[in-house]
């Protein structure tokens, strides 16, 4: 019972921090009325990767609320469907297309993030436990991380999987006030493929938040959502960061209400990131191509799916969308290479 008391006190110390990031997870600041929805060209290399004239779908609505919004959307090839969180409700969603949204599971521990590993497990970030879990073929839940070096993690909130098995995933600290057993910094951590080595890539992130990897793997891209960008590192021979290539990748700040959140990326490098007034499509040097404009005050996830996984599903704080591109989303799980 103290546990589940830290708990909520931490929920609410976290929310009431959470005004300072609107559009961050678990934020529900007052936002202006919503955008005409639209896609936008900034650059004709737009045209190759979504048309101007395509339709951005709403999907449905009626998710989230003051613990977390509808968040951390994975495409499951083989079923032919979606699954994503419900934070405010601690339930993983599924949606099946022409069938519609249905609980897929209950009592998810307020889980965020989800991915899948190379066997096609479910692993998740839970904010409640705070910690990551991989959910066995079987349904038992193994534990992937939880503390590091005897301290209890923040609030692990997404996660990536390396197509070496190695699993990579933020740990923003939800802006609750640290204990004398907590960690006193956000961190960007990597669990061996073995889940026996637990390794702190880099810790100098206000807020860590989505993260991907580029098509060849030798970049990983990591938001830091307070600071309102996009930063890349060189990856090294042994999975870990190139400290000194870290770079400003790109600057999503802007007038309209949003922050860099999610995140993935397509099989010919393009960054696909939600930022100030929708997601920017950008190319692998961080220039801006366009920006799909929803309408809605936060872009919280998204993933790529469909059968050619040409369909870019995403999430706002109390719904799912999707809209169709032109060129395949990096797939999920990882292809492994050889």
Request: charged residues 20%; contains cysteine.
């Amino acid at each position: 019972m103290a546990v589940q008391n830290d708990i909520s006190r931490r929920h609410m110390l976290a929310l009431s921090a959470a005004g300072t990031l609107a559009g961050f997870s678990g934020a529900h600041a007052q936002a202006p009325a919503p955008a005409a929805k639209r896609i936008e060209q900034y650059d004709p290399a737009l045209e190759k990767i979504i048309s101007t004239s395509e339709p951005i779908n709403e999907i449905a609505t009626g998710f989230g609320g003051p613990l977390g919004p509808a968040e951390g959307p994975v495409w499951v090839k083989e079923g032919g469907y979606l699954l994503f969180s419900d934070i405010n409700a601690s339930k993983r969603m599924k949606y099946t297309p022409g069938q519609g949204v249905t609980v897929f599971q209950e009592n998810t521990n307020q889980a965020n993030g989800l991915t899948r590993d190379l066997q096609g497990r479910i692993v998740a970030c839970e904010h409640e436990t705070r910690r990551v879990t991989r959910r066995e073929l079987d349904g038992s839940l193994t534990v992937i991380a939880n503390s590091f070096q005897g301290r209890r993690l923040n609030r692990p909130n997404d996660v990536v999987v390396r197509s070496d098995g190695s699993i990579y995933f933020t740990d923003p600290n939800g802006a609750f006030v640290p204990e004398q057993w907590d960690l006193d910094f956000a961190g960007v951590f990597r669990v061996s493929a073995d889940l026996g080595t637990l390794t702190v890539l880099v810790k100098d992130f206000l807020t860590p938040n989505g993260l991907a990897f580029s098509p060849d793997e030798s970049v990983l891209y990591i938001n830091d959502t307070r600071r309102g960008h996009i930063r890349a590192f060189d990856v090294a021979p042994n999975g870990g960061l190139a400290l000194q290539t870290d770079r400003v990748f790109a600057d999503l700040r802007g007038p309209e209400p949003g922050v860099p959140d999610g995140m993935k990326v397509d099989v010919e490098g393009h960054v696909f990131c939600g930022g100030a007034g929708g997601i920017y499509v950008m190319d692998a040097k961080g220039k801006k191509l366009g920006r799909i404009v929803h309408g809605q005050p936060a872009t919280t996830n998204m993933a790529f799916g469909g059968p050619d996984w040409k369909t870019l599903f995403f999430t706002n704080r109390d719904r799912l969308n999707s809209v169709n591109v032109k060129i395949p989303g990096m797939p999920v799980p990882a292809v492994k290479k050889t």
